[in-house]
């Protein structure tokens, strides 16, 4: 039975989210410039929890079978488990991922940055709404201190590639699209532009959209084999979490170090039933920054 491999392969590239922060709440200076080149593992700890579970069930079942000399079956529930904790795996692969973001001052408490994963582009900008501790410029002094507290909007692309379907001419994965839409709330405290330490617990809505020929395709599958292969037009997912980090170094260079932990839900109504492909995720990254220009300010009233 051809179709039902094809439509597993269709789901697994590119699915996995970039999570991590990379950076403080507080803006940079208008003009000043920061380049921050990272990596991150994504891990899906739910997922794998999921299939290693489902794994050592039907392998117990298998023994005892042996055992006792019967014939090891699989019944429809257990294939169901099987079948939705691999699906659940291959969209959301662990894997690492590397990273390139820059960021500009763009106005007194507003910055915008773009960063490139190799799965996604993401677009975002980040307004300050508190500040707290000393008066500062572009640089923290030794001996000074920084509160801040910024909101962020995020809006990412991701890229889908696929060279087993490109040679099989099944689909072209250019018709899949897939959109994640971040709300970011970050908070951290500076001393002396030598240590930060930072939070940003966000939420990530992300809609991915098959493509239409697939899922027509997908339709045929029952007829000829008996098993409901449909897949949906449209598959949603919430991620909600948060990124605990730190930040060493001196002005113009930093090191940061952070990890992002939280929970993905995806229900969508694949292969003829709801299936939950959800769970708790952990993504570690590090990465360094370093920054450069901008003008010398002082913040506003009421920062």
């Given at each position: ?28 200076a ?53 079948l939705?904790?691999?699906?659940a ?45 000393d ?15 910024a ?54 809505y ?78 570690p ?19």
């Amino acid at each position: 039975m051809r179709v039902l491999p094809l439509l597993l392969l269709a789901l697994t590239p590119g699915c996995a989210s970039t999570l991590s922060t990379q950076q403080t709440a507080r803006t940079l200076a208008p003009g000043q410039v920061q380049v921050t080149g990272g990596v991150g593992a994504f891990v899906p700890v739910g997922a794998l929890v999921r299939v290693v579970d489902a794994g050592i069930e039907q392998g117990e079942a298998a023994r005892d079978a042996v055992v006792n000399d019967r014939p090891y079956t699989l019944s429809e529930e257990d294939q169901q488990e099987l079948l939705t904790a691999g699906v659940a795996l291959m969209v959301a692969p662990p894997g690492v991922n590397p990273e390139l973001m820059v960021r500009v001052g763009v106005v007194d408490r507003l910055d915008v940055g773009l960063r490139y994963s190799g799965i996604s582009l993401r677009g975002d900008l980040k307004f300050q709404l508190a500040h707290g501790g000393d008066e500062v410029g572009r640089y923290l002094e030794l001996g000074q201190r920084s509160f801040d507290m910024a909101l962020g909007v995020g809006v990412s692309k991701h890229f889908f590639s696929s060279p087993v379907l490109d040679v099989l001419e099944v689909v072209e994965m250019n018709d899949f699209s897939r959109y994640d839409v971040e709300v970011p709330l970050y908070l951290s405290a500076d001393w002396g532009d030598v240590f930060k330490l930072y939070a940003a617990p966000k939420y990530i809505y992300s809609r991915t959209r098959l493509d239409a020929r697939l899922v027509d395709y997908s339709q045929q599958g029952k007829p000829v084999s008996g098993f409901d292969a449909r897949l949906p037009a449209t598959v949603g997912s919430h991620f909600v979490g948060s990124t605990l980090g730190i930040a060493v170094g001196y002005r113009y260079v930093h090191l940061f170090a952070e990890v992002t932990g939280g929970y993905f839900r995806s229900r969508p109504q694949l292969f003829g039933m709801e299936r939950n492909l959800g769970g708790v995720t952990v993504m570690p990254s590090v990465g360094l920054a370093i920054r450069a220009g901008g003008s010398d300010r002082k913040p506003t009233a009421g920062r």
